[in-house]
């Protein structure tokens, strides 16, 4: 198969040379195998998906790391926990060389548990996600914001995409969330998963899940909590600085990839996402998800937030710099109206050179104003 070059690229080579361990964390099927393989072809490869390694490693842990004790790739640690506390010890004897040891993961809560207790100030970590959209073949551009960019689907053109996301699921709930927690009922577990799906880019609303699903509050929070770790769902936060309490402050649900929101919500073609009820709240969804990859990818700091007044009044995103910060609108349309930016004109001060906004939808670019830019969003996600 062919290799798709990642934006991560330059950033992993940079932090191997810096790092004793580097750390990359990211859903599972994003890639994240290939993309070491393919650039530290130098290193050994060791994943813990194979029961031999698992056993090797607990029969005889200081002869397991003696054998892999430089440029090593450590695949899917998650599953091994004690490795690394012996990665701690191999590093603290050799403080000097950079570069010993990759770590990668598919949850966040293993992952990040397992460095925080014994691997602080030795790792630098990253994040892939799916491909982002400068890295998508040109003739995927349309029907990846509907069908995700998971590399094996847009390497097979999106064959079998309803049978590929069902097994992608299966593998989720039978690896994932089966080594996380003990979920109890997992048909509800399934339904709060729908339940998300079809509330894709509205503010999380936990009660609301609770009676739904006949669980307390407590349970929702920690499934929510599940979905965060393994990268299927993420929490835009409310921006509220200087704008007093009339703000809302609940977070929205956006998923990492949006085949899966199509996948759960019954989309199965592009004229059941553009004709159905759920096209606006997908494309927002791509768009957020897919700056949020930007971001990550390029290891910018950058922070996302959403504006809501108590009112309803919304600008979808903001994506804070610290030296500018962009307001951000998304429209699922072709054509453009003066009110689409009411909102944004009205709160944002533009003659502070460092707030800059922007419209993002699918017409063509639009001559507005000296503080706003109406862009066709695919100019905005490759620039």
């Not at 062919?2 to 191997?16: A, F, N, S, V």
């Not at 650039?39 to 607990?58: A, E, H, P, Q, S």
């Not at 040109?138 to 390497?155: A, M, R, W």
């Not at 994506?319 to 951000?328: L, P, Q």
């Amino acid at each position: 198969m062919h290799y798709q070059h990642r934006e991560i690229e330059k950033k992993l080579i940079e932090y191997i040379h810096h790092f004793p361990v580097t750390g990359l964390t990211g859903p599972r099927q994003s890639g994240k195998s290939t993309l070491l393989l393919h650039t530290l072809k130098d290193y050994r490869y060791v994943t813990f998906d194979d029961y031999r390694i698992v056993n090797f490693f607990y029969q005889d842990p200081q002869k397991f790391m003696a054998t892999y004790a430089n440029k090593v790739i450590f695949d899917e640690v998650q599953k091994a926990p004690e490795l690394f506390n012996y990665i701690k010890i191999a590093v603290d004897q050799d403080r000097s060389t950079v570069g010993k040891f990759i770590i990668t993961g598919s949850s966040q809560f293993s992952f990040i548990k397992g460095l925080s207790e014994t691997l602080a100030g030795r790792i630098g970590l990253l994040s892939l996600l799916p491909y982002q959209f400068s890295e998508l073949p040109k003739k995927h551009d349309k029907n990846c914001i509907f069908q995700g960019t998971y590399p094996e689907l847009v390497s097979k053109n999106y064959h079998l995409f309803q049978d590929w996301m069902s097994a992608y699921l299966e593998t989720y709930l039978q690896k994932d969330i089966a080594s996380l927690a003990q979920i109890g009922d997992m048909r509800d577990f399934r339904r709060l998963l729908h339940l998300l799906a079809i509330n894709t880019s509205q503010q999380l609303n936990l009660s609301r899940y609770a009676n739904d699903l006949g669980v307390d509050v407590k349970t929702i929070k920690r499934w929510i909590s599940l979905l965060e770790a393994s990268y299927i769902i993420f929490l835009l936060p409310p921006f509220y600085e200087n704008f007093g309490k009339r703000i809302v402050k609940s977070p929205k649900i956006y998923f990492y990839d949006t085949g899966l929101v199509s996948f759960l919500t019954g989309i199965d073609s592009e004229e059941a996402f553009e004709k159905g009820p759920m096209a606006g709240s997908i494309f927002e969804n791509y768009i957020v998800s897919e700056i949020l990859k930007k971001e990550l990818h390029r290891k910018t700091f950058a922070e996302l937030f959403y504006f809501r007044t108590s009112n309803g009044e919304e600008i979808d995103l903001i994506v804070d710099r610290k030296n500018t910060r962009e307001w951000i609108e998304i429209k699922n349309s072709y054509t453009f109206h003066p009110r689409m930016m009411q909102l944004v004109e009205k709160i944002v001060d533009f003659e502070d050179k460092r707030n800059k906004g922007y419209l993002l939808y699918r017409g063509e670019n639009f001559p507005y104003n000296s503080g706003v830019t109406v862009s066709f969003y695919q100019d905005y996600l490759e620039k």
